[in-house]
């Protein structure tokens, strides 16, 4: 049973624009939402995460928002750049992070010039 | 460096076989994870140990799979009599939960290729 939904599966960026990805969860335990960023032949990167008590979280250019009613939660990258080119994945966690992570299926980011 | 730090990168063997991959986590980090990804996939919670002490297995973890953290500092990951299905990347993450909430660091994952 497929826990995180994530959306879309692949998404194409012109450089300086703003890319969007979305996920929803159905376990109403979770209680931290983080995002990992994988590049080829790499281990995923945790770049942001996010705790249902607040809607927003923003470090640098990541921003998360969080709709605790809709049981969703969005990534969004300001000002892409041909180096955040990566593949994406949003994940979900009880106990505030420390106990396993469910992740979604990934969206593929490819920032364009 | 620092970070999780997983050998072999990558393993190739033939179907039947057995093998064994290990795990060092960032020092001082007591709990260790184990997921298993394919391709295309997000990363699948196999296990997880608080120090020494296995305390959750995931049911994609069979029997053929056995993990074990002896010391409490590096673990290892043994899958026997080898499928082809087992062709994966397997990934090692660490956290230290004292104090709140801490991130997973990921390792770069051992990659099993099955002929």
């Known amino acids: 049973q497929q826990q995180v939904k994530q959306s879309p599966q692949s998404l194409i960026v012109q450089k300086g624009g703003i890319s969007i990805i979305n996920c929803a969860y159905e376990?109403?335990?979770?209680?931290?939402f983080p995002w990992y960023q994988q590049f080829p032949g790499k281990g995923p990167a945790l770049l942001i995460a996010?705790?249902?008590?607040?809607s927003e979280k923003k470090e640098g250019r990541f921003t998360i928002s969080f709709n605790k009613s809709a049981k969703q939660f969005s990534l969004h990258i300001m000002d892409s750049q041909p180096g955040d080119s990566a593949t994406y994945f949003c994940?979900?966690?009880?106990?505030?992070?420390?106990?396993?992570?469910?992740f979604g299926t990934g969206t593929r980011l490819t920032i364009i010039p | 460096d620092t970070g999780v730090s997983q050998n072999p990168r990558h393993k190739i063997t033939k179907r039947g076989q057995n093998v064994t991959f290990r795990c060092d986590p960032i020092?001082?980090?007591?709990?260790l994870y184990w997921y298993r990804q394919t391709l295309g996939q997000g990363p699948e919670f196999l296990t997880y140990?608080?120090?020494?002490?296995?305390?959750?297995k995931s049911r994609l973890l069979s029997d053929r799979f056995s993990a074990e953290r002896p010391k409490g500092s590096f673990s290892t990951l043994e899958i026997q009599r080898t499928e082809q299905g087992d062709s994966a990347m397997y990934l090692c993450?660490?956290?230290?939960?004292?104090?709140?909430?801490?991130?997973?660091?990921f390792g770069d994952g051992t990659r099993l290729s099955i002929l």
């Open positions: 020092s001082e980090h007591n709990r």
């Open positions: 994940a979900a966690s009880t106990s505030f992070g420390n106990e396993k992570l469910t």
């Open positions: 993450a660490s956290s230290n939960p004292r104090g709140g909430n801490q991130p997973q660091h």
């Open positions: 376990n109403t335990a979770f209680d931290y």
């Open positions: 996010i705790r249902p008590d607040v």
């Open positions: 140990f608080q120090n020494e002490a296995q305390l959750e």
